[in-house]
């Protein structure tokens, strides 16, 4: 078989439950769950950061943050780290990128023209970081410009985190596929491999599909359920999750919200995943109708997830709750990859870089801290097994509003484990009986040894992501 494509679509802050294939019976997500039906759905897929910077610099380099050293929104990748996509373009891949990068700071007043950039192999850039006209080299503007169209949007209802976006000819995310489309339109015509980040921004806050998206929720508002929060359940858990119920980065704390903000909070999102699934679906026609399906390896998933009011919180935050980390991974290639599996298996976000190069047939880079899915992924191991456990970090992540707030996660298969480190707090769940991770069990006596055998496991999950570089070359 030759080397496979590889179209490796990210969205943004985009939580595993919204999508029709994990569940969801709301959302209108055909070409995913189709995608899923094809291939390989991951039930487990984590993240090992809850915000993007630290993310995505994690996944595309296969090494965990603290080990790349880009721990927080805010820092930038070392020019020493070295991206999957360098590597594969170094073995003759053309590489291309639409939408957001997100692995150096973006702050306008720091960056006035655009995100630096290491080595990372792109040889087509459209960079976009969000919609909204920071820099001139927002290739979004360019576009909309191109149309004679200016960039609007409205508040809805008073919230100003809940917004109606450009129609759908005009969004963002269109723009992103767009140029994708355009990179798969022009590759049809050679015979070297290619991959190509879609990176969309969706959906990501602030909320803001298109009117005709959000317009079918609205007429059923009522039925969209509520966020999983019980009153009071904050009070044994880290003082920063009472702090950002009480303020976070919406306009309105948690409380002063009304049910009807909750939901319409829950549509504009959802309605941002349905669109994205839309543009999912002009990515895999172009793919079909030039003939390269079958050999294009298609990963689909998010940096992060997205509290959406979950335990009384938005956003993201020093929290690691499945809603925050938990993310959509799906994978399908019809000529190699299996077809209608649903794992079961614990699998992180930092086995993605070593997945593509095994799937090319490349040596994993030494300095990769992820394993390869591409055994589990082709039938020749079992899917229902690949790691003991999932481990995330989180170190003040998303800025000065997280001073002291350094924590660290562990997940297996029935137990969850988050330790607030420099403060006598953590929390503590049985998966089992308490999947909503409702009840911190961090304090209760009946469960001392088994919070003493978590943090055990932890401690060895965080020596385990030492630097394996530089390389042991001989024995002294």
């Known amino acids: 078989m030759s080397r496979p494509n590889i179209l490796w679509i990210c969205s943004d802050q985009q939580r595993f439950d919204t999508l029709g294939a994990y569940g969801n019976s709301f959302v209108r997500t055909p070409n995913l769950d189709g995608l899923a039906a094809g291939g390989v759905l991951f039930e487990h897929a984590y993240c090992q950061n809850p915000v993007c910077t630290p993310s995505r610099a994690s996944f595309l380099t296969g090494r965990y943050p603290r080990t790349t050293r880009v721990r927080q929104n805010g820092q930038s990748i070392p020019a020493d780290e070295v991206l999957v996509t360098k590597l594969l373009h170094d073995a003759g891949y053309t590489c291309g990128l639409a939408g957001k990068l997100h692995i150096s700071t973006v702050y306008p007043s720091i960056c006035p023209g655009t995100e630096r950039r290491i080595d990372d192999g792109y040889d087509e850039f459209h960079w976009m970081h969000h919609p909204w006209q920071d820099w001139p080299s927002n290739e979004y503007y360019h576009w909309l410009a191109e149309r004679g169209v200016t960039y609007t949007d409205q508040p809805i209802e008073g919230l100003s985190h809940v917004r109606r976006g450009m129609g759908e000819e005009h969004h963002p995310t269109t723009w992103c596929a767009e140029k994708a489309v355009n990179f798969i339109d022009a590759c049809s015509g050679f015979d070297h491999p290619w991959l190509f980040s879609v990176n969309f921004f969706d959906p990501h806050h602030v909320f803001d599909p298109p009117a005709e998206y959000l317009e079918r929720y609205l007429r059923a508002l009522d039925e969209i359920p509520l966020p999983n929060y019980i009153p009071g359940e904050l009070d044994n858990k880290p003082p920063f999750q009472r702090d950002d119920h009480a303020a976070a980065f919406s306009d309105k704390a948690f409380d002063e919200m009304s049910d009807a903000d909750h939901r319409l909070s829950r549509a504009a999102y959802w309605a941002m995943c349905d669109l994205i699934d839309a543009q999912v679906g002009r990515l895999l026609e172009a ?190």
């Open 287 to 476: 793919l079909d109708r030039t003939g390269q399906r079958d050999n294009t390896l298609v990963i689909y998933t998010s940096d992060h997830g997205e509290m959406l009011g979950d335990h009384g919180i938005y956003y993201k935050g020093p929290y690691l709750y499945d809603p925050a980390v938990r993310v959509p991974l799906i994978a399908s290639m019809p000529s190699a990859v299996a077809k209608n599996v649903r794992s079961e298996a614990l699998v992180e976000l930092v086995d993605i870089a070593p997945t593509l190069l095994d799937a090319a047939g490349l040596d994993i880079y030494p300095g990769m801290q992820g394993r390869s899915l591409w055994p589990l992924l082709t039938g020749r191991a079992d899917a229902a097994r690949h790691r003991d456990d999932v481990y995330c970090e989180s170190y003040a992540a998303a800025g000065h509003r997280e001073v002291g707030a350094y924590v660290t996660m562990v997940r297996t298969q029935e137990h969850k484990l988050s330790a607030v480190h420099g403060m006598d707090c953590g929390e503590l769940y049985d998966l089992e009986d308490d999947p909503s991770e409702t009840h911190n069990l961090w304090d209760s006596a009946e469960h001392k040894q088994l919070k003493a055998t978590m943090l055990k496991r932890l401690s060895d999950r965080m020596a385990l992501t030492i630097d394996p570089l530089p390389a042991r070359v001989s024995d002294w």
